[in-house]
C-alpha cells in the first residue's frame, strides 16, 4: 500500500517538474521547445506519402468511385430576368406578362438546391481532399494496401494512447491552474502591477492549454494587434478559437453564465480582470448588453472585447452573416480572420453531432491542430454607413483574407427556419418581371440573344 | 476501411438504380452522400420537413411543389430510389447517345418526361388537366401579395384562352407541350452533373 503511494508521488512530482520546466517557463516567456515543429514536419511527410499512396491506388482500380471535393453539379445561369427572357424566347409578344414556361425556371432552380446548396454544407465537416489517416475522415476511401494499414493502426496507438493521456492531463493543469492563478490574482488591489500579473497568468494558463491540444498557432501581421478599448471580431468555428487568441494576446471575454465548471472558471477569470458575463435574461434584451459593452469600451484602459458575430460556429469553409448588434457598439473594430488547416484534424465544433465533452476528447485524439490567425487593419464605421453595411464590410474583409466564402445566409439557419421576407423578395422580384418593369428587355429580339450565346 | 457512404448502399441497388435512371456509380454514390445528410432522422427516407430545411428551397417560391414532386400519391416518405427517379428528370438529354445500350422504354429524362414533370408542378389534384382554379393557386404562390386578385384572374384567363385549343377551358398535356415547343427544354431543365 505504501509503495503504491510512493509510486504515485513520484510520478506526480515528475509530472509536475516536466510540466514546470518544459511547458510552463517556456510558456510564461512566449518561447518554444520547438517540439511540436518537428512532431508537424513528420506528420506532413508521413501524409504526403499517404497521399500518393492512395491516389495510386485509385489510378490501379479505375472502377471505384474517386471522392471529390469539387460539387456535385455546375451552376450555370444569370439573373431571375435573363433566365425568363431566355425561356419565354418562343413567345416574344408575352414579354412582359405571364407565361407557362416561367414555372420551368423556379423548377430548375429548387432541384439544384436539393441536390447542392449553399448553406447546409456549412453546418458539417468538410470532406478531405485526401484521407489523413484518421477513421472518423474515412468517409470515400477504402483499403489499397498493407502498410497503409499498418502506418494507420500505429496512428491509432500513438494517437490515443500516448498522446491522449498527455493531452488530458496538460489540459487539466493548465484549467486547474488558471482557476487557482486568477483567484490568487484576484486577491491583490487594483494596480497596474496587477493587470500585469492577471495577462501573465493569463497567458501562461492558455499556452498550456494550446499545448494540451498540440495546436501550432501562426500568427500574421502582428501590428494589427487588437488596441485596448477596441473591439476584436473573428470567424467562429470552435470554442477553442477562443484558446487561439488568447494565446498572444489578453481579450475580454463576453458570454452567458454557465453554471458548474465552467462558472467556477468563470467567476475566478472576472476577479482578475474585468471579463462581461452576462445572466440568460440579461441577454434577451439587447439594450442592456449594448450598454454594458459600450462601458466596457469607452473605459479606454480596459482590454478589448473578443467577440464572434457569426453567433454560432460554422465548418470553416465560409463565413456566414455577421450579426450588427457587435458593431452598434462603437469604438474601433480589429478584424481578425482564423483559418484551420484540416489535414491534421477538424477542428469544427458540430453542435448537434456531438457535445463538449466528446468534442474535445475529439480535439485531443487528433494528429494536431495547425492555424494561421491574420491580424487585419483596424476598421471604423463611415459616414452614411449603417451598422449592417459596416458588417458586411468587414465580413468580406476577413472572408477575403482567410480563403474563406463569403455568404449572406444567417449563421442561425443552423438551427432555425429561413425568415418568410426572403421568400418575399423572390415574389417580389417576379411580380416585377410579369407585370412588366423591365422595358428595356423587349427591344432586344430573340434572334439577337441567340448570335449572343 | 469500407466506404462509410455506400456501405448502406448494396451494389446491386447501385446498378438497378444506374440502369433505371441512367447515372453513372460515381454520381450516384455522390447523391447519396447528399441523401444521408438531408436525413436528419436517419431512418433512410426523406420526409417533407427535411427538404424545407435547405434554406434555398424555402425561399423557393414553387418550393411546396417542387418539394411535392418527390411524394408519390398520398405518402409522406421517400426513399433513395424514389429520389433518384426524380432527379433522373434533370439529367442532360444527350448523355443518353453516350449509352450502348438504350433502355427499351422512354428515359426518364427524355423532352416529353420533363415536360411533364413541369406540366405537374402547375396540376395541383393530378388529373392531367391544368384547371383555372390550379393555375390561380399556382400563380398566386409566385407572386406572393403583389398582384390583386383581378389583375391575377386576368393573366390566368388569358393563359388559358391562348393555350387551350379545344375549348374545355383547361389546359391539357397536349395543349402544354404546344405551348412549349419552342422552348430549350434540353437546357432549361438539365441539371449539369459532374462526375
Known amino acids: 500500500m505504501e509503495n503504491l503511494w510512493y509510486v504515485a508521488g513520484t510520478i506526480f512530482q515528475l509530472w509536475m517538474s516536466v510540466v514546470v520546466f518544459f511547458i510552463m517557463l517556456p510558456a510564461m516567456f512566449g518561447l518554444s521547445l520547438g517540439v511540436t515543429e518537428v512532431y508537424i514536419q513528420v506528420l506532413v511527410k508521413i501524409l504526403e506519402w499517404a497521399t500518393l499512396r492512395i491516389q495510386r491506388g485509385q489510378q490501379e482500380q479505375p472502377s471505384a468511385p474517386i471522392p471529390l471535393h469539387t460539387g456535385i453539379i455546375e451552376r450555370v445561369g444569370g439573373s431571375m430576368e435573363e433566365e425568363m427572357w431566355q425561356l419565354r424566347c418562343s413567345r416574344p409578344e408575352a414579354a412582359g406578362a405571364f407565361c407557362l414556361s416561367d414555372g420551368v425556371y423556379f423548377c430548375k432552380k429548387g432541384l439544384e438546391s436539393i441536390v447542392e446548396d449553399q448553406v447546409t454544407q456549412r453546418f458539417s465537416s ?68 496587477k493587470n500585469w500579473l492577471s495577462e501573465l497568468v493569463h497567458l501562461t494558463c492558455y499556452r498550456i492549454c494550446a499545448r494540451g491540444l498540440s495546436a501550432t498557432i501562426h500568427y500574421h501581421n502582428k501590428e494589427n494587434r487588437p488596441q485596448k478599448g477596441g473591439i476584436c471580431v473573428a470567424n467562429h468555428t470552435t470554442p477553442i478559437d477562443v484558446v487561439i487568441l488568447a494565446n498572444d494576446g489578453c481579450y475580454a471575454m463576453v458570454g452567458q453564465t454557465h453554471g458548474g ?129 459596416f458588417a458586411n464590410r468587414v465580413k468580406s474583409v476577413i472572408a477575403h483574407q482567410g480563403g474563406l466564402l463569403d455568404l449572406a445566409w444567417d449563421g442561425g439557419l443552423k438551427r432555425c427556419k429561413v425568415k418568410d421576407s426572403l421568400k418575399e423578395e423572390q415574389q417580389k422580384m417576379y411580380s416585377n418581371i410579369i407585370v412588366g418593369q423591365n422595358h428595356i428587355r423587349n427591344t432586344k429580339t430573340c434572334s439577337e440573344t441567340r448570335e449572343d450565346q | 476501411m469500407g466506404s462509410r457512404a455506400s456501405t448502406l448502399l448494396r451494389e446491386e441497388e447501385i446498378e438497378e438504380i ?46 411546396d411543389r417542387i418539394i411535392n414532386a418527390f411524394f408519390p400519391e398520398g405518402e409522406d416518405q421517400v426513399n433513395f430510389k424514389g429520389f433518384m427517379r426524380t432527379l433522373a428528370h434533370f439529367r442532360p438529354i444527350e448523355d443518353n447517345e453516350k ?63 391562348e393555350a387551350d385549343t379545344n375549348g374545355d377551358t383547361c389546359i391539357s398535356f397536349q395543349e402544354f407541350m404546344k405551348v412549349l415547343e419552342k422552348v430549350d427544354v434540353e437546357q432549361k431543365m438539365s441539371i449539369r452533373f459532374l462526375h
Open chain 1, 126 to 193: 468538410e470532406e478531405l481532399a485526401s484521407w489523413n489517416l484518421l477513421t472518423r475522415t474515412n468517409q470515400n476511401f477504402y483499403y489499397i494496401s498493407l502498410r497503409l494499414t499498418i502506418i494507420w493502426g500505429l496512428g491509432v496507438f500513438v494517437r490515443y494512447c500516448v498522446l491522449l493521456p498527455f493531452r488530458i492531463a496538460l489540459a487539466s493543469t493548465g484549467i486547474s491552474w488558471l482557476v487557482i492563478g486568477t483567484c490568487v490574482v484576484g486577491f491583490l488591489p487594483e494596480s497596474s502591477a
Open chain 1, 261 to 389: 465548471l465552467l462558472g467556477i472558471l468563470q467567476k475566478s477569470m472576472v476577479r482578475s480582470c474585468p471579463h462581461v458575463w452576462f445572466e440568460r435574461s440579461e441577454m434577451k434584451d439587447r439594450n442592456t448588453v449594448t450598454r454594458r459593452l459600450r462601458h466596457h469600451v469607452a473605459a479606454k484602459t480596459k482590454l478589448p472585447i473578443l467577440i464572434f458575430p457569426e453567433g454560432t460556429c460554422v465548418n470553416n469553409t465560409s463565413v456566414m452573416m455577421f450579426k450588427k448588434g457587435s458593431f452598434e457598439i462603437g469604438g474601433t473594430i480589429y478584424p481578425v480572420a482564423i483559418k484551420y488547416d484540416r489535414r491534421f484534424g477538424d477542428a469544427f465544433w458540430n453542435s448537434s453531432k456531438y457535445n463538449m465533452v466528446s468534442y474535445l476528447l475529439r480535439m485531443m485524439t487528433s494528429w494536431a491542430i495547425v492555424v494561421n490567425v491574420w491580424y487585419l487593419p483596424p476598421m471604423t464605421i463611415q459616414d452614411g454607413e449603417d451598422a449592417a453595411q
Open chain 2, 18 to 63: 444506374k440502369k433505371e435512371t441512367g447515372f453513372s456509380h460515381s454520381q450516384i454514390t455522390r447523391l447519396y452522400s447528399r441523401f444521408t445528410s438531408l436525413d436528419k432522422g436517419e431512418n433512410g427516407t426523406l420526409s417533407r420537413e427535411d427538404f424545407q430545411r435547405i434554406p434555398e428551397l424555402a425561399i423557393n417560391p414553387l418550393g
Open chain 2, 99 to 161: 449509352n450502348k445500350n438504350p433502355p427499351a422504354t422512354e428515359p426518364l429524362n427524355s423532352r416529353t418526361n420533363k415536360l411533364l414533370f413541369a406540366f405537374r408542378l402547375y396540376d395541383l389534384d393530378r388529373d392531367d388537366k391544368i384547371s383555372r382554379d390550379e393555375l390561380l393557386q399556382v400563380l398566386r404562390m409566385m407572386v406572393g401579395v403583389n398582384i390583386s386578385d383581378d389583375q391575377l384572374g386576368s393573366i390566368a384567363d388569358r393563359t388559358i384562352q
